[in-house]
């Protein structure tokens, strides 16, 4: 019982982690704004409507929708209230990680293990900061780590109820993220592979808990499925289905340059290039995750975690557990084997491997990383010239070093480059009238003005159309990055804007600040020239 209610003082520590971020954001991720956008859709818009109109799975949004009205009582109604709903939401999926997390080591190890393991999670800066972002992966993450737990019971006792609810939490976690359907297909492997080796293929029929686990995780992905009129838009999962692209869409509407810019040729991508090879081959894709996933585990539990999977049975042993938890890591071992095949597939086609790929492995490497933790302090002490009562005082003193260095490491002022974005959009919530218009190249500024009217980065040509378009705000590095892109855009601005406000930034020797300039709509744009 100590134990758990260690746990729940973690989870409150990391609760108090995710307030004390969220206070100290700006402005959320650019793949966050357009959540958010999709969010406002489900307040507005019929759900089916919003759900075919985005490009996002439809859960996390949907739970942001829901909660902003919330912080919007306490805030009041506006951008701010958007920003935190989507944050929190994101936060608390990340607290309730935890006990699935401390469940599955539990059930490998120990107690004292397992709470050494959510201990470690909530240390990691990398997990933390996307868990407490406008990002759905800290809800897929968490109905993945449910849907492994529930599963590895349902193997466990052959319980069809088990089976159905972690196909059901893990077709739930499929609405957020499209990666987390590997969790249900990982638990139904072990499910097929303990039948086969037990009693044969024809067994699999006569056993209602596979059923039970495929029937659920399909009631959700069918019902998305028939609501969106695709199983998923997003590219990952459509090439590792080998569904190919998109089907694109034949507007009604046409979206032209204005007369004079077609024949320019101009570069208006929607992001700059990041300069990054792309990834050749899954060799390439398999290593890249790799080096993700050992800086996300900040090496040093990277290494804890490989001594803690090599000594497994010993650490078993030595706490009197000797094959403990054989359910919990057969589906584990095969969520790791399908996880990493998925990605590495999608890497080697797409040619980029994230950060954010890496971090359902970081997750079920820290219950590894906490035996390994664990046993070397366990084994260590009585081999120093020291007393017992000495060792437990360093140790001590040593896990308060660690935790409040992590701790104020991921506590820092990040994102040092969207505060100019930042102010950029406070000095037009200020400045522009509500019938002038903002393009905006990264979208920040615009969120924190309030402007829903304005254009971002993909919908120039409209942007340049619209005789309304009265201020356009840029990234003075997008400006000065020395592409096609970035002459293109300093071409369209000189011929066409002025300068009317600066806002510098400057981080490692290099200003990553924005300018707002006030366009000049021309008569006409055959006078200009790249």
């Not at 990680?97 to 490998?108: H, S």
């Amino acid at each position: 019982m100590s134990h758990r209610r260690w746990l729940l003082g973690v989870a409150v520590f990391a609760a108090v982690l995710h307030v004390a971020g969220i206070a100290r954001t700006l402005v959320p991720a650019q793949d966050g704004l357009k959540f958010i956008a999709v969010a406002r859709r489900f307040q507005t818009d019929p759900w089916i409507d919003a759900i075919r109109g985005s490009d996002q799975h439809p859960l996390y949004p949907a739970l942001v929708a829901a909660a902003e009205p919330v912080a919007a009582a306490v805030l009041g109604a506006g951008p701010e209230s958007w920003r935190i709903a989507a944050q929190g939401v994101s936060a608390v999926a990340s607290v309730l990680l935890l006990f699935p997390l401390f469940a599955l080591a539990r059930a490998v190890f120990d107690e004292r293990i397992a709470l050494v393991a959510v201990f470690v999670h909530v240390l990691l800066p990398v997990p933390a900061e996307v868990g407490r972002d406008a990002l759905a992966n800290a809800v897929g993450l968490s109905g993945m780590f449910a849907c492994l737990w529930l599963g590895a019971k349902a193997v466990e006792r052959d319980r069809w109820r088990f089976a159905a609810a972690s196909g059901l939490v893990g077709g739930l976690a499929y609405m957020a993220r499209p990666e987390a359907i590997l969790a249900p297909l990982a638990v139904g492997l072990v499910f097929g592979w303990n039948a086969v080796r037990a009693r044969g293929v024809r067994s699999l029929a006569k056993f209602p808990a596979p059923a039970a686990l495929g029937l659920a995780a399909l009631v959700c992905v069918g019902g998305y499925a028939l609501a969106k009129g695709e199983v998923s838009e997003k590219l990952a999962i459509r090439h590792a289905a080998g569904l190919g692209s998109q089907i694109k869409i034949l507007r009604t509407v046409p979206q032209p340059l204005p007369k004079g810019l077609e024949g320019a040729g101009l570069d208006l991508s929607p992001k700059e290039e990041s300069g990054d090879e792309a990834l050749a081959g899954p060799v390439a894709a398999l290593t890249e995750l790799g080096r993700r996933w050992w800086d996300e585990m900040c090496w040093g539990f990277a290494i804890m975690a490989l001594w803690g999977l090599a000594r497994r049975r010993f650490i078993q042993a030595s706490s009197g557990r000797s094959g403990a938890g054989r359910a919990e890591l057969s589906v584990l071992a095969a969520f790791v084997a399908v996880y990493v095949g998925g990605v590495v597939l999608n890497g080697s086609k797409l040619g980029y491997v994230s950060g954010r790929h890496a971090l359902p492995l970081v997750a079920v490497a820290t219950i590894f990383a906490a035996a390994g933790v664990v046993i070397c302090l366990r084994r260590l002490g009585p081999r120093l010239p020291i007393s017992p009562a000495t060792w437990r005082g360093a140790v001590v003193s040593g896990t308060v070093v660690v935790a409040t260095v992590l701790s104020v490491y991921q506590l820092r002022e990040g994102h040092e480059s969207r505060r100019g974005h930042w102010r950029a959009g406070r000095w037009l919530a200020e400045n522009a009238g509500p019938d002038e218009r903002v393009l905006d190249t990264r979208g920040w500024a615009r969120f924190v003005a309030g402007r829903g009217d304005g254009y971002d980065f993909w919908h120039v040509p409209q942007a340049l159309s619209d005789r309304g378009l009265t201020y356009v705000v840029v990234g003075r590095d997008e400006l000065e990055a020395g592409s096609r892109r970035a002459e293109s855009l300093n071409s369209l601005l000189a011929f066409a804007a002025s300068p009317v406000r600066d806002f510098p930034e400057i981080v490692d020797g290099r200003d990553v600040g924005t300018r707002i300039f006030r366009v000049n709509q021309p008569v006409a744009w055959e006078g200009f020239r790249r």
